[in-house]
């Protein structure tokens, strides 16, 4: 699935991603590939994304919307996003 | 003129130059951030405006159920007109509140308008059309920052809960350097065929796109009523500090033009003065010569 995070300042991460697990209101979800529509508020925590090439990435947030549509899954960070860490094969 | 009034003259336009070729400096360079800031948000507003499209026509489909969306009997309207807090910056002011001006008295026919100013001079100008200021907010400086923007926002969205019924905010959008352009978008209460007139408008290139996608019945998590009522008001935080970021840009860019439209003029202005005080040197010297030679004359 296409995966964007993006803040008010700038795009976080852009491209192919197998899962990402958030933070959910309700507790923490992981979104795969084929995952129904779905919108909801997420709050303070770590974002894991697992890259197509196994390259992980994990980012920490402070809220945010998440959006996820057949093909394409957005997250909305509305406060501050750090990245992490990074880790797995480079490119 | 006398040649030593001209050169005086010469001096204070040069003065002026420097000043005018510093202040174009200066806001070039605040021109460069605050136009990559306002781009680089677009991605973000895009995706706000489409949620807040998407969450509206799921509401109306539930049976519109959302306080955020739901139009009541007008009795007051608030119009937030987005200015800057300084000036010589070209047309920029005049623009947008000609514009502003233009439009509230179309919304005035439908019911009393009051006005939030953002910035100084959108203040200044309608207190001088006598207009009740509601709210005057000031000092935003020259980059919109989101913690000062944030109580800002969820202040109009208290006015919304209370007191009017329609809130519009107007701002300039930040086309090129060369071009801003004034426009008006409907914050609240938010409607679906509002918010795709204004995508039109502003992203055309991402509208047919946007259009084109298929009407998905999404799952809300926890509730769509909670959904409602707890992302409307941080989408339209969002949508306020885009527009402050336009309006910043614009603000700049309109600021470096007429900046080094004024340096410009300025370097006209000291060439035809130059011009001018070399005539009146030279005639100075051509009579002082025919004074002595004919002095010489009446002497010998």
Redesign the interface.
Known sequence: MKL?L??????VFQGEAASVTLP???GELTVLDGH??????LKKGKIEIHDKKSKDFIFDIERG?L?V??KET?V?V?GEVFLYCQAGEKN | MKSKEIKQKIGSVQNISKITNAMGLVSAVKMGKAQT?AL??R??AL??YQ?LK??SAHQKKEGATGFYFKERPVEKILAVVVSSDRGFCGPFNKNILNYAQKQIQELEKTAPVEIAAVGKKSAAFFRKKGRKIKIEFSGIGDFGK?NEIRPLAELFVKYFEKEYQKIYIIFTDFVTTFAQEPCMVQLLPVEERILEDFLKERFPKDFEKIMSEPF???????SSKD?YE??VP??V??EV??SILEANASEHSARMIAMKNASDNAKEIIKLLILDYNKARQEQITSELGEITSAKEAIS
């Open positions: 964007s993006i803040s008010h300042e700038k795009t959910g209101l309700a129904i529509p779905l919108i909801t508020p919307i959006e549509q057949p957005t909305l509305t | 800031l680089n948000s991605p973000f995706k706000v949620i998407k969450l989101l998905l019945e999404y799952v809300f998590e926890p959904i707890s992302l941080e989408l935080t969002f500090y885009h």
